[in-house]
C-alpha cells in the first residue's frame, strides 16, 4: 500500500529564519507526483508547490523548495525567509497515476515573530 | 480563490438524516475529487470522478455516494448520518486527473 509519512506533528520558526519539513512515502511505483499543500487556519487547502518523479531537478516556488531524493523516497519542503502568513497546517502528498491523492497526517508550523 | 465552488459553507443536521454537498469545478476541469477532513486529521479520500465516471475509490461508506453531472459538477450524497461524520468536506478539481488538484473552501458538516 501506498503511505505518506510526516513525522512531525508541530514546528514553530522565527520570522525570516528557513525552516524544513520531512515528508516520506512508500511506494512502488517509478512514476509519480508529489505536493505540498498549505491549510492555514481558513481551512482553504492551497497548492505549495509540485515535484514530478521523473524530473532530477529540485522545484522551486518563490520562498518554498523541495529537497526531492528518490531513492529514500523523501520530500522535504523548505520554507526560506518565514513570514507571519506561512503559519499553517502543511501537508505531504502522493499521487502515483491512480487518482487519488494520499496525504499525510500533516505537520502545524507556527512562524513566530 | 481557486475556482472551484462548495455549497453550502455550513451546515448542521441531526443525526439519521440525508444531505448533499454540491461542488462546481474550475472551468475546464474534467476530474472531481472529494476528500474528508475529520478535526484536527489529515485528508481521506473518499472519491474521484472523470468526466462524468467514477475513477477511483477510497474508504466511502455505503452510506455516501457521489455523481458527476453532464455539466461537470458533482454531489455527495450522505444519508444516515452518525455523529462521527461531522468533517469538512473538501471538493477538489484537476484537468486530467493526474496533475495537482485545486480546492474548494470545503463544507463543514455538523451533525447535532
Known amino acids: 500500500a501506498q503511505t505518506v509519512t510526516q513525522s512531525q506533528p508541530e514546528m514553530s520558526v522565527q520570522e525570516a529564519e528557513t525552516v524544513t519539513l520531512s515528508c516520506t512515502y512508500d511506494t512502488s511505483e517509478n512514476n509519480y507526483y508529489l505536493f505540498w499543500y498549505k491549510q492555514p487556519p481558513s481551512r482553504q487547502m492551497i497548492l505549495v508547490i509540485r515535484?514530478?518523479?521523473?524530473?532530477?531537478q529540485n522545484a522551486t516556488e518563490n520562498r518554498f523548495s523541495v529537497n526531492f531524493q528518490k531513492a529514500a523516497k523523501s520530500f522535504s519542503l523548505k520554507i526560506s525567509d518565514s513570514q507571519l502568513g506561512d503559519t499553517a497546517m502543511y501537508f505531504c502528498a502522493f499521487d502515483s497515476g491512480t487518482y487519488k491523492y494520499i496525504f499525510g497526517t500533516g505537520t502545524r508550523l507556527k512562524v513566530l515573530a | 480563490d481557486s475556482g472551484v465552488t462548495q455549497t453550502p459553507k455550513h451546515l448542521i443536521t441531526a443525526t439519521g438524516q440525508r444531505v448533499t454537498l454540491r461542488c462546481s469545478p474550475r472551468s475546464g476541469d474534467l476530474s472531481v475529487y472529494w476528500y474528508q477532513q475529520s478535526l484536527d486529521q489529515g485528508l481521506q479520500f473518499l472519491i474521484q470522478y472523470y468526466n462524468g465516471e467514477e475513477r477511483a475509490k477510497g474508504n466511502i461508506l455505503e452510506r455516501f455516494s457521489a455523481q458527476q453531472f453532464p455539466d461537470l459538477h458533482s454531489e455527495l450524497n450522505l444519508s444516515s448520518l452518525e455523529l462521527g461524520d461531522s468533517a469538512l468536506y473538501f471538493c477538489?478539481?484537476?484537468?486530467?486527473?493526474?496533475?495537482?488538484?485545486?480546492f474548494g473552501q470545503g463544507t463543514r458538516l455538523t451533525v447535532v
Open positions: 515535484q514530478e518523479a521523473y524530473k532530477q
Open positions: 477538489a478539481s484537476s484537468p486530467t486527473g493526474n496533475t495537482e488538484a485545486f
